[in-house]
């Protein structure tokens, strides 16, 4: 079978493999119909950061088809269609046994502890493959684990009724918290990108308001309002020391994204106007929910993402994307119907 596997940093091929044989107890084998490229794919393809084996089956974003079932396995059934969980936790540790799986003390990553959905077939446990409406594209069931990662940093942020928010970076999170923010919230959304264009589309579709991460642009964009929550995708220093600037007292930031750099901060600023920062790591229980929320978005996540139709296609598109050359959130390759 095809598959795109991760040899080291700047190494990815396209290769043809044996298929999985028949999954161990307490596994399935999926059939892959469609993955997502993600942010932290392209991360370690340039750095080799997170490789803990060589070669590895690359994508953690995936929905499929299940063809074979292992022993002991309940609630799966050969031709489910289902999409699946990323993280790897141990179930073990005392983060897991307190619920806390996202903050596993062995935590991994589907695509790097062990192979992932850039393949024709995939074989995961059971515990990380969950049934989806099956009336669902197969493009936007992939979406099923960033929709989960924006569901947890939302949840996280907490902002009560009425307060404006604003999104600083709208690449896949940014853009599907403030997606989400559009259903579940009913204050103002102000978007920030450096791309003014991307800012200007996520707007659209989530009904927001395109600014600059700059006081006059944010008070001219909510009137009398004031803003006193945001949320960090972009993982820039820079950003987030802006960001802060912004606020107004007494709410609170959440940091989703992944930083490069240490953050030069005056620690009054959150005493002085009481500002809580968050941070938010993947997530814990929300994959459940967010399954249940993607009927109901499909229309928007269609229009944020870009559909190629081949595994063939993934190397170069690694390429286009940490080149910045796409206008949209997501990359979904189809592999099968
Ligand atoms: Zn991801
Ligand atoms: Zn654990």
Redesign the pocket.
């Known amino acids: 079978m095809k598959a795109v596997r991760l040899y080291d940093a700047l190494d990815l091929r396209v290769e043809d493999i044996e298929r999985p044989g028949l999954p161990q107890a307490g596994y399935v084998t999926i059939d892959v119909r469609a993955a997502?490229i993600?942010?932290?794919?392209l991360h370690n393809y340039r750095t080799g950061q997170w490789i803990s084996r060589r070669p590895s089956t690359a994508g953690?974003?995936f929905c499929g088809r299940v063809s074979a079932v292992g022993e002991g396995v309940e609630g799966l059934a050969v031709g489910d269609l289902v999409t699946v969980d990323?993280r790897f936790y141990c179930g073990q540790c005392e983060a897991c046994k307190s619920g806390r799986t996202n903050v596993c003390e062995h935590l991994g990553f589907v695509g790097e502890i062990c192979d992932g959905g850039f393949a024709e077939k995939a074989e995961l446990p059971a515990r990380l493959v969950f049934k989806h409406d099956p009336s669902l594209d197969p493009a936007v069931a992939a979406m099923a684990?960033?929709l989960a990662?924006a569901l947890h940093a939302v949840r996280r942020l907490n902002p009560p009724r009425g307060e404006a928010i604003i999104l600083i970076g709208c690449g896949t999170i940014g853009g599907l918290c403030g997606l989400l923010l559009s259903h579940l919230h009913d204050g103002k959304l102000l978007f920030a990108d450096l791309n003014g264009r991307r800012a200007e589309m996520v707007a659209g579709i989530c009904t927001g308001s395109a600014v600059a991460l700059d006081k006059s642009q944010a008070r001219a964009a909510l009137g009398d309002a004031r803003l006193r929550y945001a949320v960090d995708a972009t993982g820039s220093t820079k950003a987030i020391a802006q960001g802060i600037d912004l606020l107004d007292g007494g709410g609170a930031f959440a940091l989703v994204g992944i930083s490069h750099g240490k953050l030069d901060l005056d620690p009054n600023i959150l005493v002085e106007r009481e500002i809580s920062l968050i941070g938010c790591h993947a997530f814990e229980s929300e994959l459940a929910d967010a399954i249940a929320l993607l009927p109901k978005l499909q229309p928007s996540l269609l229009q944020f993402s870009e559909v190629l139709n081949s595994l063939d296609e993934i190397p170069d598109a690694y390429r286009r994307l940490i080149d910045g050359r796409t206008n949209k959130l997501k990359t979904i390759i189809r592999i099968a119907d």
């Open positions: 997502g993600c942010g932290s794919d953690h974003e990323s684990e960033p990662v």
